[in-house]
């Protein structure tokens, strides 16, 4: 089995492919590299037209304390609007709640693989969404007690992946030190989807309207 995972960086993608690195510009790129039979990617797969997935609740409530780094999906209606005002806004007047400025940043990458998954059903059974803080808390046993953003928590995460992976030096303009640990840990999920040992949540399969999962893998 073939496998990578992959996460958005300052440069694209950063993909991690047998445990190696590569930054690509495009998610449709990242198959170009060669033949998948299973791509874990950190990016919202599969999306309610209102209200909150379930996979991310549930997400939510395993994490503990690193439960702020699951942003809710966004419903399909606001991905087209135009600035995060605007997505604010119509968010509160069809579902009654606001949305983060962090969920809002990651509209461009979400309507970039649901466009593609759309596009190219074939990728679409071997395509699974993958949360790293979830992966890690899965490979740890418990959720880490440290944020990637800290020196501390980096270190957590490298001994948990030691095995398996070179680790490159990217210059920062392509991506960052918490983006290859979480393009790392994706393939860890990956390897496990292709093993069927990974965790899926939740338990019951759900699907968009347009034939997309909505749940998360580790």
């Known amino acids: 089995m073939i496998c990578a995972g992959a996460d ?21 790129a990242i198959w170009e590299l060669g033949p998948l039979d299973v791509l874990a990617i950190d990016i ?3 999306l309610h037209d209102a209200g909150r997935r379930a996979c991310d609740v549930q997400a ?5 304390a690193r439960r702020s780094s699951v942003f809710a999906a966004p419903p399909r209606p606001l991905l ?3 600035c995060y005002d605007e997505a604010n806004s119509l968010s509160r007047q069809l579902f009654g709640m606001g949305i983060s400025k962090q969920s809002y940043f990651l509209f461009p990458r979400i309507r970039e ?8 059903p074939e990728w679409t059974a071997r395509t699974y969404e993958c ?15 440290a944020s990637k953003h800290t020196l501390e928590g980096l270190a957590m995460r490298r001994i948990l992946l030691s095995d398996g992976c070179e680790w490159p030096e990217l210059p920062h303009s392509q991506a960052g030190a918490d983006d290859i640990l979480d393009a790392a840990i994706c393939l860890w999920s990956a390897r496990r989807i292709a093993r069927r040992e990974h965790l899926q949540v939740p338990a019951k399969t759900f699907w968009d309207p347009f034939g997309l999962k909505m749940n998360l893998y580790a």
């Open 44 to 46: 919202p797969i599969g």
């Open 8 to 28: 958005g960086c300052h440069g694209g993608w950063l993909v991690c492919r047998e445990g190696t690195f590569s930054v690509v510009p495009t998610f449709e």
């Open 131 to 145: 949360h790293p803080e979830l992966s890690f808390a899965v490979r740890n046993g418990a959720p880490l007690s």
């Open 60 to 64: 939510r409530a395993r994490l503990g």
């Open 80 to 82: 087209e609007c135009a």
């Open 113 to 120: 693989v649901d466009a593609a998954l759309r596009r190219y």
